[in-house]
């Protein structure tokens, strides 16, 4: 199994500010099969980036997604008040099970 | 667009099993992957399994043999069904559409909790 350890684990950062997430993996991860998600209070998780650095539709690009191998990075820029949320990343490499991080808050300073 | 919305009992006993469905709207239930994932009270996310129209399935090695997907066609709905519950089964489930990864959209999700 694939662990995927985001860090830090809460980012207290103002609106305006950039936001840089980590994602690293147990093990090397072909970018095609990693993908970020946003999660709002009371909301199902969005799919904000796909096979490391697309944007998904609908998502402005003030996000960002970069990295390859074991690290993975997404960056926020311009953090806007509804970007303030849980982010987690996923991995779909090789086999079952597909695991997810374990999440970073982004939290209004 | 797509819409999901999931649906079921939110208590279930343990040992029991938990069942829900997914109804999918706006659009084909067919030749498309669905998952679900649930997540606990305050915790991450953890992929359940996937399932397809034509009866392609798999699932989390850690649930072992207790999961199982099916899809009604004809209902345009997606089923999840977990035996042998116990309190860490207690979540919010949710079925998107996908079946590795890139799961979108998602339903608003069902919290199940598992207490006699």
């Known amino acids: 199994e694939v662990v995927l350890t985001q860090s830090p684990g809460t980012l207290s950062l103002s609106p305006g500010e950039r936001a840089t997430l980590s994602c690293r993996a147990s093990r090397s991860v072909r970018s095609r099969f990693f993908d970020w998600y946003q999660q709002r209070p009371g909301q199902p998780p969005r799919l904000l980036i796909y096979?490391?650095?697309t944007r998904a539709a609908g998502i402005p690009d003030r996000f960002s997604g970069s990295g390859s191998g074991t690290d993975f990075t997404l960056t926020i820029n311009r953090l806007e008040p509804e970007d303030f949320a849980v982010y987690y990343c996923q991995q779909y490499d090789s086999q079952p099970p597909y695991t997810f991080g374990q999440g970073t808050k982004v939290e209004m300073k | 667009q797509v819409q999901l919305q999931e649906s079921g009992p939110g208590l279930v006993k343990p040992s029991e099993s938990l069942s829900l469905t997914c109804t999918v709207s706006g659009g084909s239930i067919n030749d498309i992957y669905w998952s679900w994932i649930r997540q606990a009270p305050g915790k991450g996310l953890e992929w359940l399994g996937y399932v397809h129209s034509n009866g392609e399935f798999s699932s989390n090695p850690s649930l072992r043999s207790r999961v199982s997907m099916s899809i009604d066609t004809s209902k345009n709905q997606v089923s999840l069904n977990l035996n042998s519950v116990t309190a860490a089964d207690t979540a919010v489930y949710y079925c998107?559409?996908?079946?590795?990864?890139?799961?979108?959209?998602w339903g608003q999700g069902t919290l199940v909790t598992v207490s006699s």
């Open positions: 096979s490391a650095f």
């Open positions: 998107t559409k996908g079946s590795t990864g890139q799961y979108d959209p």
